[in-house]
């Protein structure tokens, strides 16, 4: 007879603590919840294409993107000028490691000398972070390169998921949306947010015209990356509310009705 109470108590006990812990990881604001709809949402997509590509799926698409991009009489010749190939290996050299070190390099640099040192840490620790992913996943899965068509450029490690794809996301999608925050007008948030999704696409994009990357890897490069950079925001919002990271974006003390700048308001 004393179930269905024991069963109550327990339900609302459940549901305490349920409303606890949303409360404490701040689920009712829209950025800690967006970022983590995000990491569900991007990484149930990169696990579900890997399963597709490692069932061979996704071959016959993969094919048809790679072959339409080359000149059917001769597959060492993308299509377009030469120019654009030359500025495809220009763009792709955006994720290489080389560029993604220096980038976060002269980021965490500028970061520790504005003052922000701990939001200095946290930008090389999800950098670095990304990047041990990245190899980690390249291991794991170790598909290799296409073969259909002429490389153009060297590569030495695995395929899925593309490292260039996945390390362009996790970089300027993180660099950007820092920089967005310490931006106040709107219309340079926009621009930063633009640069950093249009500079993660455009490597991606390159990748697959020098025919170094299977479409699929690219796509899967794109998954793994913007859901760790959106792991990292929501991260980086639970550290700022907690005062273990540097708000970037500090607001300043409001000036009330007829007070000046950098006088005090009356006791």
């Known amino acids: 007879?004393?179930?269905?109470?024991?069963?109550?108590?327990?339900?609302?006990?459940?549901?305490?603590?349920?409303?606890?812990?949303?409360?404490?990881?701040?689920?009712?604001?829209?950025?800690p919840l967006v970022s983590l709809l995000l990491v569900s949402t991007l990484g149930y997509g990169f696990f579900a294409?890997?399963?597709?590509?490692?069932?061979?799926?996704?071959?016959?698409?993969?094919?048809?993107?790679?072959?339409g991009l080359r000149n059917p009489a001769d597959l060492s010749d993308p299509l377009g000028p030469a120019w654009l190939e030359e500025a495809m290996r220009d763009i792709t050299g955006w994720g290489s490691v080389v560029t993604i070190v220096f980038l976060t390099a002269a980021a965490v640099i500028y970061l520790a000398l504005?003052?922000?040192?701990?939001?200095?840490?946290?930008?090389?620790?999800?950098?670095?972070?990304?990047?041990?992913?990245?190899?980690?996943?390249?291991?794991?899965?170790?598909?290799?390169?296409?073969?259909?068509?002429?490389?153009?450029?060297?590569?030495?490690?695995?395929?899925?998921?593309?490292?260039?794809?996945?390390?362009?996301?996790?970089?300027?999608l993180t660099l950007a949306t820092l920089l967005a925050r310490v931006e106040r007008r709107r219309s340079v948030k926009a621009l930063m947010l633009a640069l950093g999704i249009g500079m993660t696409v455009l490597v991606g994009i390159s990748r697959v015209?020098?025919?170094?990357?299977?479409?699929?890897?690219?796509?899967?490069?794109?998954?793994v990356g913007a859901a760790w950079a959106a792991l990292c925001w929501f991260v980086a919002l639970?550290?700022?509310?907690?005062?273990?990271?540097?708000?970037?974006?500090?607001?300043?003390?409001?000036?009330?009705?007829?007070?000046?700048?950098?006088?005090?308001?009356?006791?």
């Open 1 to 31: 007879m004393r179930l269905p109470g024991i069963a109550r108590t327990g339900g609302g006990a459940l549901w305490r603590g349920s409303s606890a812990v949303w409360l404490r990881l701040h689920l009712n604001e829209v950025g």
């Open 49 to 67: 294409l890997a399963r597709e590509v490692g069932e061979g799926s996704t071959a016959a698409l993969d094919r048809k993107i790679l072959l």
């Open 114 to 172: 504005s003052g922000r040192r701990r939001v200095a840490v946290f930008v090389l620790a999800a950098v670095g972070g990304g990047e041990a992913v990245s190899t980690v996943l390249k291991l794991f899965y170790h598909r290799p390169r296409p073969d259909l068509v002429p490389h153009g450029m060297e590569v030495f490690t695995a395929s899925f998921p593309s490292g260039h794809a996945m390390m362009s996301a996790i970089a300027y």
């Open 209 to 223: 015209y020098l025919g170094v990357h299977w479409p699929s890897d690219v796509v899967a490069g794109w998954c």
């Open 238 to 267: 639970q550290l700022q509310r907690r005062g273990e990271v540097e708000d970037p974006d500090p607001t300043p003390a409001s000036t009330g009705p007829g007070q000046l700048k950098g006088t005090s308001a009356p006791g």
